[in-house]
């Protein structure tokens, strides 16, 4: 009687032809998720900034009260989310302009504060924030480092 079955050599080419596929997917997938994570970072820089962009706006247009020495940008960034009273209208009501502040992917600190009086090559908060960046000290796949975003 002739017993079937897979010989120790059939078992081990097996194997070893499943770890070479393994050791070939991996790499792709971890350049995968670090490209999710630079979409991430991406969307996330331009929601805060387009944010940014819209308070001061609404500052310039008297929308939102600014004292005359203030440069129109926020003073922080939650205060997108808090939302200003509209000084167009009496009834108190407020315009918000984040529903929440994304938290940066990449690095998962805060956001690198930089006020209107800073250099952008060196970047310090100060008493507005007029551009954010990321605190990761890692380089996106594109060869930029992440807080030069």
Not at 8 to 37: C, D, G, H, K
Not at 57 to 83: C, F, H, S
């Amino acid at each position: 009687m002739k017993q079937r079955g897979f010989t120790f050599i059939e078992l081990m080419i097996t194997v070893a032809i499943v770890a070479l596929l393994a050791s070939i997917a991996l790499p792709l997938a971890e350049v995968a998720y670090q490209r999710n994570r630079e979409q991430d970072l991406r969307q996330a820089l331009r929601e805060i900034r387009t944010a940014i962009d819209a308070y001061k706006r609404a500052a310039d247009e008297g929308a939102i009260e600014k004292k005359a020495d203030e440069t129109g940008y926020p003073p922080k960034l939650q205060v997108l989310v808090d939302g200003m009273e509209d000084k167009r209208k009496t009834d108190g009501s407020k315009i918000y302009f984040l529903r929440r502040v994304p938290a940066d992917p990449v690095s998962g600190e805060d956001w690198g504060l930089r006020s209107y009086a800073s250099s952008a090559n060196e970047p310090q908060p100060g008493k507005d924030v007029f551009d954010i960046y990321s605190k990761s000290p890692d380089t996106g796949l594109n060869g930029i480092a992440y807080r030069e975003w």
